[in-house]
């Protein structure tokens, strides 16, 4: 079994930054992707980085030039700088863990971005 924790929510200004972390637990295998989804009210689910392996990065394009995924795989955490923040940024956010056992989810931080 495998657990997820997310912290670093919270309230920000616009053209503010928030870094998000995630820390996996339980049985973890060597060769997994770990990434971050978010959805904001009356949206879907959507993609915002994963990290392949701990060498390909994956964005979406939204995202691009404004945040940046990170791994220490020694910790088994995943990192999600967030710079440039935007209104339309708020959206609670996952962290996901993919490997052969099957997909896992933390159970997501707010995130809001207002003035």
């Known amino acids: 079994q495998v657990q997820l924790v997310e912290s670093g929510g919270g309230l920000v200004q616009p053209g503010g930054s928030l870094r998000l972390s995630c820390a996996a637990s339980g049985t973890i295998f060597s060769i997994n992707t770990m990434g971050w989804y978010r959805q904001a009210p009356g949206k879907e689910r959507e993609l915002v980085a994963v990290?392949?392996?701990?060498?390909?990065?994956n964005y979406a394009d939204s995202v691009k030039g404004r945040f940046a995924i990170s791994r220490d795989n020694a910790k088994n955490t995943v990192y999600l700088q967030m710079n440039g923040l935007k209104p339309e940024d708020t959206a609670v956010y996952y962290c996901?863990?993919?490997?052969?056992?099957?997909?896992?989810w933390g159970k997501g931080t707010l995130v809001t971005v207002s003035s």
């Open positions: 990290r392949i392996n701990g060498y390909l990065a």
């Open positions: 996901t863990l993919r490997q052969e056992t099957g997909d896992y």
